[in-house]
């Protein structure tokens, strides 16, 4: 006997790429779909507070991005800032400008999609995002003074939650789990960037984000260093403004 498929609840806000039926053409299987007008009458409409999860609670949401002082961005601030939600979020943006979908993602989104719309590409990174969603609730993982919650993808510091980008959280967390060991970067690009990377240089350049965004320079009582010519090493520092 078969066991049952999920069925994924979706909240989609986005008046500008088509009618409803576009939207049911590429996503009609083991999906139930909300329509709202705009994003404030999504939050006003549906529960979205991790801690209080019901019944229509929806899994996923897409929005029409209207920057990060727009509707859209509003609606990220409450679901990453005020609410520390995990819920996955795709933006829609324009085709003449990418760079939006960039911004989207900074902001929270875990994936944009350009318009005119294919209907294949958002059944593909729709079932991408909703099929990698935990199957069951991790504990937080502790390494003071950071705390990371691997459901919601977030790091508590320094009194704030923050939401780093995706491949910042797993490359601090793969850290972490090895503290003192020397790591190279092509085991970095192998289990971090699960060898998506070929250009090396992109892994510096998340080295030195997480450096600065999360005190691993030694402020923070931990620091990256470089070991030359194998990789780099998480080990124990004393904060620079320290006694």
């Not at 990698?132 to 977030?154: C, W």
């Not at 892994?203 to 320079?217: A, E, K, P």
């Amino acid at each position: 006997m078969n066991a049952p498929q999920t069925i994924w609840r979706i909240a989609i806000v986005d008046q500008q790429s088509g009618p409803e039926r576009l939207w049911r053409r590429a996503l009609h299987r083991n999906h139930e779909l909300q329509f709202f007008d705009s994003c404030d009458d999504l939050l006003s409409d549906l529960p979205v507070n991790p801690d209080a999860i019901a019944d229509d609670t929806p899994h996923l949401l897409i929005v029409d991005w209207d920057g990060e002082d727009g509707q859209a961005g509003h609606l990220l601030r409450t679901l990453r800032h005020d609410h520390e939600n995990g819920t996955a979020v795709i933006a829609v943006v324009d085709d003449e400008a990418p760079h939006q979908g960039m911004d989207a993602c900074g902001a929270g989104a875990n994936e944009f999609i350009t318009r005119p719309i294919d209907q294949f590409e958002l059944m593909t990174r729709v079932v991408n995002l909703l099929e990698h969603r935990p199957k069951n609730l991790s504990l937080p993982e502790h390494y003071p003074p950071f705390r990371f919650d691997l459901n919601r993808r977030t790091v508590a510091y320094q009194g704030e939650i923050h939401r780093p980008r995706p491949r910042e959280f797993d490359l601090m967390l793969y850290f972490f789990r090895r503290p003192d060991q020397v790591i190279g970067r092509e085991t970095l690009r192998d289990n971090v960037w699960f060898g998506d990377s070929e250009e090396c240089r992109s892994i510096d350049t998340y080295i030195s984000r997480v450096r600065h965004s999360f005190g691993l320079n030694g402020d923070s009582g931990w620091q990256i260093k470089s070991v030359y010519r194998r990789g780099y090493r998480l080990i124990p520092a004393t904060p620079k403004n320290s006694d």
